[in-house]
């Protein structure tokens, strides 16, 4: 496949750019929003139409008949990015959300159907997420450097806590308005308003080394396969012991590597590339849109060759670890676990949603702080001590009698767990190599989303059996081990951010 350049771009002076002040990653951050305020109308709106067509038990089926295929697939859908690219996947992904979801609204504008495309449309969903989300995490490293990544990471967060407040009234305003199929037809819009922004996104290439079949082979000690004899490998430490021992701590390169053009090696004779070119000053290159190689391998070698990846990575593989613990302890007491203790302390409703607030608050504070910011020192250690202090206040949280203690301890669970979750998710970006990283994104989203959320049923039995306190401080516990995973692993410890 030929590539296909954008317009000209200079990549040194790209790289140098902050990432709030760069239009590249400001398009994909409107697409995003876009894409994440359609996900919160449309799940409003089949919510409202499930209701109104079935029995709460069938609604309940419906609303999670997307849970199955997502959880499923979603290790696919991580070989899917990296072998057609993150963009690529990304706007089919849209482009069909915004399809199936527009039909669903013709349909119910026309006739009452009942619940079977409601499911149908639940089920569309699950598949295209599974694709989707891991997509999604790969696209930022492919659109700025590595030392904007924890940057994009705390502006990707606040659009997240946007969407979600935004979102809701929006999918409210629309049932209102013309009742589920006008809801349907307003997610649909908004989906459909991040693909000509994502259109628009410029890719950069991965390094050549990267970008070979032989990429995907066991990251092992010493030179990658594949690689011309002479070219300095973009790995992770673990594939190149001839890279810095400490990388996490060494600042990233100014200027974005570039797929260098196939041509013969100089002569001995001629000095080595690094003396013929004056890198102080960027080079002028167009900016090629993403184009994969052709491989050889087959999609399961890519899969597998990504857990080994994984596994063989000092930062990756524990901090996979503290993801899951940490997930598993979070989502059952400040899911179901808060619904609970809002009703068996007498809150309501309304004070439900004011402890919902102050965790929206602590944790959109703490992506701000990291968007403004740009990086934290010493982030592998702020993250397992953040996780600690976090797991405590869960455990705090189920303990509390009044409301304004309740909201004031979610604040700080808001704080706490925004942080550690903010930082993994940017030590995440930033260790991965880029071209594995559709797939580390998936591993980590299968956890967080496929897997952590299964523990809501057998929190909310033990609650039954044992009570709050109990079950909130073993939830704790859990995640707790997480932050204990995160100091106890040498090279998550001391794993830092670009700077």
Same mark, same amino acid.
């Given at each position: 496949?030929?590539?296909?350049?954008?317009?000209?771009?200079?990549?040194?002076?790209?790289?140098?750019?902050?990432?709030?002040?760069?239009? @590249?990653?400001?398009?994909?951050?409107?697409?995003?929003?876009?894409?994440?305020?359609?996900?919160?109308?449309?799940?409003?709106?089949?919510?409202?139409?499930?209701?109104?067509?079935?029995?709460?038990?069938? &609604?309940?089926?419906?609303?999670? /008949?997307?849970?199955?295929?997502?959880?499923?697939?979603?290790?696919?859908?991580?070989?899917?990015?990296?072998?057609?690219?993150?963009?690529?996947?990304?706007?089919?992904?849209?482009?069909?959300?915004?399809?199936?979801?527009?039909?669903?609204? $013709?349909?119910?504008?026309?006739?009452?159907?009942?619940?079977?495309?409601?499911?149908?449309?639940?089920?569309?969903?699950?598949?295209?997420?599974?694709?989707?989300?891991?997509?999604?995490?790969?696209?930022?490293?492919? %659109?700025?450097?590595?030392?904007?990544?924890?940057?994009?990471?705390?502006?990707?967060?606040?659009?997240?806590?946007?969407? #979600?407040?935004?979102?809701?009234?929006? *999918?409210?305003?629309?049932?209102?308005?013309?009742?589920?199929?006008?809801?349907?037809?307003?997610?649909?819009?908004? %989906?459909?308003?991040?693909?000509?922004?994502?259109?628009?996104?410029?890719?950069?290439?991965?390094?050549?080394?990267?970008?070979?079949?032989?990429?995907?082979?066991?990251?092992?000690?010493?030179?990658?396969? *594949? /690689?011309?004899?002479?070219?300095?490998?973009?790995?992770?430490? &673990?594939? @190149?012991?001839?890279?810095?021992?400490?990388?996490?701590?060494?600042? /990233?390169? #100014?200027?974005?590597?570039?797929?260098?053009?196939?041509?013969?090696?100089?002569?001995?004779?001629?000095?080595?590339?690094?003396?013929?070119?004056?890198?102080?000053?960027?080079?002028?290159?167009? /900016?090629?849109?993403?184009?994969?190689?052709?491989?050889?391998? #087959?999609?399961?070698?890519?899969?597998?060759?990504?857990?080994?990846?994984?596994?063989?990575?000092?930062?990756?593989?524990?901090?996979?670890?503290? %993801?899951?613990?940490?997930?598993? *302890?979070?989502?059952?007491?400040? @899911?179901?676990?808060?619904?609970?203790?809002?009703?068996?302390?007498?809150?309501? &409703?309304?004070?439900?949603?004011?402890?919902?607030?102050?965790?929206?608050?602590? &944790?959109?504070?703490?992506?701000?702080?990291?968007?403004?910011?740009?990086?934290?020192?010493?982030?592998?250690?702020?993250?397992?001590?953040?996780?600690?202090?976090?797991?405590?206040?869960? *455990?705090?949280?189920?303990?509390?009698?009044?409301? $304004?203690?309740?909201?004031?301890?979610?604040?700080?669970?808001?704080?706490?767990?925004?942080?550690?979750?903010?930082?993994?998710?940017?030590?995440?970006?930033?260790?991965?190599?880029?071209?594995?990283?559709?797939?580390?994104?998936?591993?980590?989203?299968?956890?967080?989303?496929?897997?952590?959320?299964?523990?809501?049923?057998?929190?909310?039995?033990?609650?039954?059996?044992?009570?709050?306190?109990?079950?909130?401080?073993?939830?704790?516990?859990?995640?707790?081990?997480?932050?204990?995973?995160?100091?106890?692993?040498?090279?998550?410890?001391?794993?830092?951010?670009?700077?």
């Amino acid at each position: 496949m030929s590539a296909v350049t954008g317009p000209p771009a200079t990549l040194g002076t790209a790289a140098a750019r902050p990432a709030h002040r760069d239009p @590249n990653v400001l398009r994909w951050l409107g697409a995003y929003s876009c894409s994440m305020l359609g996900d919160s109308v449309y799940y409003i709106a089949l919510s409202w139409a499930a209701v109104q067509s079935g029995t709460p038990a069938q &609604a309940g089926l419906v609303m999670s /008949a997307s849970a199955l295929p997502r959880a499923v697939l979603m290790l696919g859908g991580g070989v899917v990015a990296d072998r057609l690219g993150p963009r690529r996947v990304v706007i089919g992904s849209d482009a069909v959300r915004c399809a199936a979801v527009a039909a669903v609204a $013709a349909l119910l504008f026309l006739t009452s159907p009942g619940l079977w495309p409601l499911a149908l449309l639940a089920l569309v969903f699950g598949t295209v997420d599974a694709v989707f989300l891991p997509a999604v995490g790969a696209l930022p490293a492919r %659109i700025t450097g590595k030392d904007q990544l924890a940057r994009v990471q705390g502006m990707r967060g606040l659009c997240v806590r946007l969407a #979600s407040v935004v979102g809701a009234p929006l *999918g409210g305003l629309g049932v209102a308005l013309g009742g589920a199929p006008a809801a349907f037809a307003l997610a649909g819009l908004l %989906i459909a308003g991040s693909v000509p922004l994502l259109i628009s996104v410029r890719i950069r290439a991965l390094p050549a080394d990267d970008t070979a079949p032989a990429r995907d082979a066991e990251p092992i000690p010493g030179p990658r396969r *594949g /690689a011309r004899p002479g070219t300095a490998s973009a790995s992770s430490p &673990a594939e @190149n012991p001839q890279a810095d021992p400490h990388p996490a701590a060494a600042p /990233a390169a #100014s200027t974005p590597t570039v797929s260098a053009p196939t041509v013969s090696a100089p002569p001995v004779s001629e000095p080595p590339v690094s003396e013929r070119l004056d890198t102080s000053e960027p080079l002028d290159i167009p /900016a090629p849109l993403e184009t994969p190689e052709p491989r050889s391998a #087959s999609a399961w070698d890519d899969l597998l060759a990504g857990l080994r990846y994984i596994r063989g990575h000092r930062v990756l593989a524990p901090l996979m670890v503290a %993801i899951a613990l940490g997930d598993f *302890g979070f989502v059952g007491p400040l @899911n179901i676990g808060l619904t609970l203790l809002a009703d068996r302390r007498g809150w309501g &409703a309304s004070g439900m949603g004011w402890v919902l607030a102050g965790f929206g608050v602590g &944790a959109g504070a703490v992506s701000l702080l990291l968007a403004v910011r740009g990086r934290l020192p010493r982030a592998g250690l702020v993250t397992g001590g953040a996780c600690l202090a976090g797991s405590a206040a869960i *455990g705090a949280l189920g303990l509390v009698l009044h409301l $304004a203690a309740a909201v004031g301890v979610a604040l700080l669970v808001g704080l706490l767990a925004g942080l550690s979750g903010a930082l993994c998710g940017a030590l995440l970006q930033t260790q991965s190599d880029p071209a594995y990283l559709g797939r580390v994104t998936a591993v980590a989203s299968l956890v967080s989303l496929g897997l952590a959320p299964l523990s809501m049923p057998f929190t909310a039995a033990a609650i039954g059996a044992w009570g709050l306190g109990p079950v909130f401080v073993a939830s704790a516990a859990v995640c707790g081990l997480g932050g204990v995973v995160c100091l106890a692993a040498p090279g998550l410890r001391r794993a830092e951010l670009p700077r």
